[in-house]
């Protein structure tokens, strides 16, 4: 990772941006538009990146334009989960802001789930929940307690990491094919996704014991649901991928809406998808089947206006807007 972060230098210096002293100066970087965050298992990194109006514009050769970056092999903090094997493998990234600091939730297939202060860099809560589990997703409740949701695992779990940095203790409903989830700030539901249903949660108890009680569950339109986001341009409607195709699901009224993106092609096996805020444009990653793995791609896809943006080198898995549900 040493010799990507000192390929970043000349880059940032050259659009202007500086060179950040550390984390607080680099995710506090003016920029026009909205960042995007990615997790690129080549470097086992989340990295954000530029806007997409700047992503679009970039032309450097072999140099990514990345602005603020976290990786647990760098995160002595985290020596104890064992991060060469519990990073393994990095297939989330969100922002999120509580009480003022705004926090990045990752996770990894190794096994690893972790929360971030990203003015610190520093772990604010971290738990190695195992390989064979396969965590997916994780979202960040306003007690400060972390929701995580495990595909081969089939489980929804709520940690109660409000009680410290390595609480264990958890609430678990159990989900197959639990690929993600999202708290919806309007209604208090925790809402996730499976193979083949789409179910909201009620968190009750307390912080030290939450309780986790299933309040309805929609069937998804087909099978292999994978991802979970908001629409920001419509609160109280969500974006969910299935391995065909790409949905709006509006809960209050139990239907799905299928949402077209150029060729069938386009709308496959999307790992991710989310609008940016303000302008409604839509970003997604889906593996395309050329570089190391079956799963990752090298490619960030934008709808509405359309584009492509090739990051040489990288194996993306996700890539979300660097937001926090419109908020910042």
Known sequence: MRALRAAVVPVLVALGLGVPAGPAGAAGVVRPGWAVVVVDQGSRSVLVL???????????????PV????????????????????????DEAKSRTRAGRRYLLTTASGGLVAAVDTATGRTAWAADVGGAANPHSAELLPDGNVAVVASTGGWVRVYAASQGPRATAHAEYRLPGAHGVHRDGRTGLLWAVGDDTLTALRVSGTPA????????????????????????????????????????????????????????????????????????????????????????????????????????????????????????
């Open 209 to 328: 014991v939450p309780v986790l009680t299933a309040v309805r569950s929609l069937p998804l339109p087909e099978p292999g649901g994978h991802d979970l986001a908001p629409v920001l341009a419509a609160p109280g409607r969500f974006w969910v991928s299935t391995a065909a195709h790409l949905w709006q699901v509006d809960p209050e009224g139990g239907g799905f809406t299928r949402v077209r993106l150029g060729t069938g092609a386009d709308e496959q096996d999307l790992k991710s998808v989310g609008d940016e805020p303000g302008t409604g444009r839509l970003l997604t990653v889906a593996p395309d089947h050329a570089g190391p793995c079956t799963w990752c791609t090298s490619v960030l896809t934008l709808h509405g206006p359309d584009g492509v943006r090739a990051l040489r080198g990288t194996q993306l898995y996700k890539a979300r807007w660097w937001t926090s549900w419109g908020g910042g």
């Open 67 to 90: 602005v603020w970056s976290w990786s647990a092999d760098r995160a002595p903090d985290l020596a104890d989960l064992s991060p060469a094997h519990s990073w393994s493998q990095p």
């Open 50 to 64: 530029q806007s997409a109006a700047e992503l679009m514009a970039y032309r450097g050769p072999g140099r990514l």
